[in-house]
Antibody, heavy 121, light 105 residues
Framework: QVQLVQSGAEVKKPGSSMKVSCKTSGGSFSRYGFNWVRQAPGQGLEWMGR????????NYAQRFQGRVTITAETSSSTAYMELSGLKSEDTAIYYCAREVDIGTTSPFDYWGQGTLVTVSS | EIVMTQSPGTLSVSPGETATLSCRAS??????LAWYQQKPGQAPRLLIY???TRATGIPARFSGSGSATEFTLTISSLQSEDFALYYCQQYHDWRTFGQGTKVEI
């Protein structure tokens, strides 16, 4: 079955960058959309952006434009999300999630386990 | 950006009762609307997509309805495992989530 396994928890300093990985197994990788969603402590879900690995180009939520970079490595079936200029407000659990369908807009049926990133001086 | 607004923020119900959750979009999202369930310490789980189609393995007591800007998630005969947070998500124009509804005893 499909599994998305994310990298481990991190503690970062304000102003630094973070990079979280999401390795996929058990299914096709390159043609599905992979999304990144974050959840601050006690808060709701916030969509950050998305990539279809075979196309290579990512799309980002407006509020993260210029600060987030989503990439994918087809050889290892791994998606990455890098966020720069970290602030304390970026403390959150970051999830990767795969879309239900190929080639059409669709919601997310497979999720990673989440990666807690804490931004603190 | 399409804004999704869920109501109520918290819904208090008893086991066996029916819970009705609402989600409103700031502009039409057609039927490109999904519902997720999230329990503490877990990733969200897809319940409903296409406004009314149950995802694989989701019990029939979960049903979705609506189109355009008004959507409803109905949970019939609430079971103990249904007490959780519920989010709606539009995927018509990129992706946005509602702020969530907590279903509690």
């Amino acid at each position: 079955q499909v599994q998305l396994v994310q990298s481990g928890a991190e503690v970062k300093k304000p102003g630094s960058s973070m990079k979280v990985s999401c390795k996929t197994s058990g299914g096709s990788f390159s043609r599905y959309g992979f999304n990144w969603v974050r959840q601050a402590p006690g808060q709701g879900l916030e969509w950050m952006g998305r990539i279809i690995p075979i196309l290579g180009r990512a799309n980002y939520a407006q509020r993260f434009q210029g600060r987030v970079t989503i990439t994918a490595e087809t050889s290892s079936s791994t998606a990455y999300m890098e966020l720069s200029g970290l602030k304390s407000e970026d403390t959150a659990i970051y999830y990767c999630a795969r879309e239900v369908d190929i080639g059409t807009t669709s919601p997310f049926d497979y999720w990673g386990q989440g990666t807690l990133v804490t931004v603190s001086s | 950006e399409i804004v999704m607004t869920q109501s109520p923020g918290t819904l208090s119900v008893s086991p066996g009762e029916t819970a009705t959750l609402s989600c409103r979009a700031s502009q039409s999202v057609s039927s490109n609307l999904a519902w997720y369930q999230q329990k503490p310490g877990q990733a969200p789980r897809l319940l409903i997509y296409g406004a009314s189609t149950r995802a694989t393995g989701i019990p029939a007591r979960f049903s979705g309805s609506g189109s355009a800007t008004e959507f409803t998630l109905t949970i019939s005969s609430l079971q103990s495992e249904d007490f959780a947070l519920y989010y709606c998500q539009q995927y018509h124009d990129w992706r946005t989530f509602g702020q969530g509804t907590k279903v509690e005893i």
